[in-house]
């Protein structure tokens, strides 16, 4: 908003030329959503105890450890999408048609997840509304936001897949595209959501993603460095680093209140949407592998509960002590701040691999 409101006023007075630099705007991105994180956060947080009561259920097969969790509520995820739409709308070029189809995905996947931990609260189970329901949903978020993109984009990148540190090598995937992007989104949105078990486990390596996807967004949408590199230019996508930008900020703010002991959790309703937004920025800036290198993490994780149940409906037996990996670990006597700042470790570095791909081609 500020941009279109600002920008024409350049001409008479230079101060507001500012706003028309990404790098300017993705600051003020990150330190509106921070600061609106920190306004709401205490009178939200009171208001989700008062009305969830037990809060979040635990899972009775899990680390004993968890069961002094009980009655921290959840839902926090509402926290966090708030801060980026609201930071989003401000620092954001309203007229990008990008911006409005992560917002679109940001918000059904947050409505999704708050169907979710809504359904887990009136039952007081784990198990939220019917996978195979979840899944239906997300997938037409997703079909609707790759159609999106192939529209917009209109340009003969739209359909193919780059493969990372590879400049030349392309597989133009046609029609074939729009389930690969489904894919893409719907399984990064699931990846986060499994990853998201223990107290600051899932922001941080989120954060760091955001991070990344947020530079290469920016190198992405402008020509000059997209040619230096021997990047694809994407026209547009460089407002993704508002986005990005956005979602750094409202993950601190977040944090802060998530940090062990946590006062809440992010719960589906944030999972779902900040996985589902990394996957949409991975098929706008056409860097979909590049994803699964920067968030391994949560690639692990998921893996991890795909072995974990093909064991167990093929042997009868049980890879690991408990899935997802990080409750594996848990179970092996590691502590809760060591297997998350362990795997905090493990994310900075695949984010450097994933970074790495820009130049090493």
């Not at 941009?3 to 008479?12: G, Q």
């Not at 509402?78 to 739409?85: G, N, P």
Request: proline letters at 4%.
């Amino acid at each position: 908003m500020l941009y279109n409101l600002l920008v024409p006023l350049a001409e008479d007075h230079i101060f507001f030329n500012l706003f028309r630099y990404i790098t300017f705007r993705t600051a003020g991105a990150i330190i509106t959503a921070l600061i609106i994180s920190f306004i709401i956060g205490p009178r939200f947080i009171g208001w989700l105890k008062s009305k969830q009561g037990k809060g979040q259920p635990i899972r009775a097969d899990g680390p004993e450890t968890h069961l002094a969790k009980v009655g921290t509520p959840t839902m926090g995820g509402l926290m966090i999408m708030i801060s980026v739409m609201l930071s989003t709308l401000l620092w954001a070029d309203l007229t990008n048609f990008y911006v409005w189809i992560v917002l679109g995905v940001l918000g059904g996947f947050t409505l999704i997840g708050f169907f979710d931990d809504y359904a887990k609260l009136t039952k007081r189970s784990h198990d939220g509304i019917s996978g195979k329901l979840r899944l239906l949903l997300e997938g037409l978020v997703a079909i609707l936001a790759v159609i999106a993109v192939s529209y917009v984009a209109k340009n003969e990148y739209s359909t193919t897949l780059a493969v990372p540190f590879f400049k030349d090598v392309l597989f133009q995937l046609g029609l074939f595209y729009i389930p690969f992007g489904i894919c893409v989104i719907v399984g990064a949105a699931n990846a986060v959501n499994f990853t998201d078990g223990l107290d600051g486990l899932a922001i941080v390596p989120a954060m760091i993603a955001a991070a990344c996807f947020g530079f290469i967004s920016y190198m992405v949408g402008n020509a000059v460095f997209a040619e230096y590199l021997q990047l694809h230019f994407v026209v547009g996508s460089g407002e993704m680093a508002i986005i990005c930008g956005a979602l750094i900020g409202a993950g601190m703010g977040f944090l802060w209140f998530n940090a062990p002991p946590a006062a809440v959790f992010m719960g589906d309703t944030g999972s779902l949407p900040i996985g589902a937004v990394l996957g949409i920025m991975a098929v706008i800036v056409k860097h979909e592998l590049v994803l699964a290198i920067v968030g391994g993490v949560f690639v692990m994780e998921t893996l991890s509960v795909i072995i974990q149940v093909a064991s167990f409906k093929l042997t009868g037996k049980r890879v690991f002590r408990m899935a997802p990996i990080h409750h594996h670990f848990e179970k092996k006597g590691w502590s809760e701040p060591q297997v998350v700042i362990r795997f905090w470790i493990i994310a900075v570095v695949l984010a450097l691999i994933g970074l790495a791909t820009l130049k090493l081609r």
